[in-house]
């Protein structure tokens, strides 16, 4: 079994109910992570996998709540102690300082997130990555040969879900997560290629309105 096989069987186990003691026991004695994990689309369908997975797991089955559930690490991974800020902003975002916008690396980044870290920032991870809120994007099975088509659906489908285009008054109205990471889209040009792009609108001349995100809790979210 691969490593990317068995974070989709630990999410398989968090979806189904399931008991995830020996999925996580063999996650923490995986013998070499950056062996494993060579290429950018296998880490980004493992750490989005775990992501997930490690969250439900925080809330449902040990009640930890914010900040906490972002800041410690709770989980294990080859021996390494690790924190979902650290999968979400270290490695996935390639260690970017989680309060810039998407602007500033993290200068203080440890050595091991660095090695692990993904070579390029895919934006796309933000409409895969659910962090239990109702405005969140649902949670879907995420591996390395389907990469690219999973996460073009994910991102479609949360776009067209999330997005409002208003021709009368030339305005947009799309997701606040375009706002917290516009480094990560580009900057606001960027979002609005992005948007044009995906949702085939014209939309020159148009305002982008940032919507108010619902941090009303749903769990299970399962696509």
């Not at 992501?51 to 009640?63: D, H, P, S, T, V």
């Not at 972002?70 to 390494?80: E, L, M, N």
Request: charged letters at 25%.
């Amino acid at each position: 079994m691969t490593l990317n096989e068995l974070s989709e069987k630990l999410l398989l186990a968090v979806k189904i109910q399931e008991p995830t003691t020996d999925f996580l026991a063999q996650l923490a004695a995986w013998p070499n992570l950056e062996k494993s994990l060579s290429t950018d689309l296998e880490k980004k369908a493992f750490w989005i996998n775990c992501y997930n997975a490690f969250f439900q797991i925080l809330r449902k089955e040990k009640n930890i709540e914010k900040p906490t559930i972002y800041r410690d690490q709770f989980f294990s991974i080859a021996g390494q102690k690790i924190s979902l800020d650290e999968i979400e902003h270290g490695i996935l975002r390639r260690y970017r300082y989680k309060f810039s916008l998407g602007y500033l690396p993290n200068l203080l980044a440890p050595k091991w997130i660095k090695n692990l870290a993904v070579d390029e920032i895919d934006y796309r991870i933000h409409f895969a990555l659910n962090c239990g809120a109702k405005s969140c994007p649902p949670i879907a099975f995420y591996s390395p040969d389907r990469l690219e088509a999973q996460l073009e659906m994910a991102t479609l489908s949360f776009l067209e879900g999330e997005t409002t285009i208003f021709p009368e008054k030339k305005e947009i109205h799309s997701s606040r997560l375009f706002q917290w990471f516009i480094g990560d889209f580009g900057g606001k040009s960027g979002v609005m290629n992005i948007l044009q792009e995906r949702l085939k609108t014209n939309l020159r001349g148009f305002k982008l309105v940032y919507t108010e995100y619902s941090w009303a809790e749903e769990l299970d979210n399962f696509s």
